[in-house]
């Protein structure tokens, strides 16, 4: 059944407030701030447990999903992101964020590794994806293509590695390699603020937590996001107020909200 924005974004983001998803964050200090409050405002509880010897104990023990975030991967970090993504069946669901990878050498070979480890979804931005994909990279953190032209390599990538693909822009597409949906919303604030992708990236793995259709929950994420962007926009003019207007969006964002301003196809 193809998603809805008034059925299955709300369900899910019900679900993530009732369940209260462990979400172990492995990312990057810049925006570490930004993606613990998002995730607190739609209801699942953040843990940065970033460092070797623990981060594998913790993903393994506690967390009931992972964020893999390749923003500013420190040797260390590096070290306990293989861990945390180690194969096995008591791994719980993790999100593969691969920041600036086809222009930078060290997270492009990361990335190309933890692909192999199954990430449920990998989200970034179109160049990212194309450069997953073989492609080239953008610039930088920014994409330097549009999301139509990153669908051939989304599509390509989720056949390859089993996993859902989101690729971010002013619209979204999520693909498993079959199903492709787009996710209209957002603001053009979003891209002037630090770490809105990276919010979004462990949005969706608060999402995916649990015995759910991973591309359902995906395309529920980016909804409620795109949702919150567009309200947050609608408090705020100027980026330093827009980013706490997007936490207050989050929170209080909900079904009625969802069902009236959500626009998934």
Not at 24 to 31: A, G, K, R, S, Y
Not at 157 to 166: C, D, E, I, N
Not at 174 to 190: A, F, I, K, Q, S
């Amino acid at each position: 059944m193809m998603p809805t924005a008034d059925t299955s974004a709300a369900a899910h983001l019900d679900r993530v407030r009732q369940d209260h998803p462990l979400v172990q964050c492995l990312t990057n200090p810049v925006t570490v701030n930004l993606v613990a409050n998002a995730l607190l405002a739609c209801g699942a509880t953040p843990a940065m447990v970033d460092i070797p010897e623990e981060a594998g104990l913790f993903a393994r023990g506690a967390a009931s999903a992972v964020l893999v975030n390749l923003g500013t991967p420190q040797h260390d970090q590096r070290t306990a992101m293989l861990e945390a993504t180690e194969p096995g069946p008591d791994r719980p669901r993790w999100v593969l964020d691969p920041v600036a990878v086809g222009t930078l050498p060290v997270r492009t070979a990361l990335a190309q590794q933890l692909l192999e480890r199954g990430p449920t979804v990998i989200r970034g931005n179109a160049s990212e994806i194309g450069a997953l994909a073989g492609g080239a990279g953008g610039r930088g953190v920014d994409a330097t293509i549009g999301t139509e032209e990153a669908l051939p390599a989304a599509q390509d990538l989720a056949g390859r590695t089993g996993s859902v693909v989101a690729v971010s822009g002013a619209t979204d597409l999520v693909t498993d390699g079959e199903r492709v949906v787009r996710v209209e919303g957002g603001h053009p604030l979003m891209a002037r603020i630090t770490g809105a992708g990276c919010a979004l990236g462990a949005i969706v793995a608060a999402f995916v937590a649990g015995d759910v259709d991973p591309l359902e929950a995906t395309v529920a994420a980016c909804c409620t996001y795109a949702v919150a962007g567009e309200l947050a926009a609608e408090r705020a003019a100027r980026p330093g107020s827009y980013a706490v207007a997007l936490i207050d969006a989050l929170d209080a964002i909900d079904a009625d909200i969802l069902a009236a301003r959500g626009r998934v196809s």
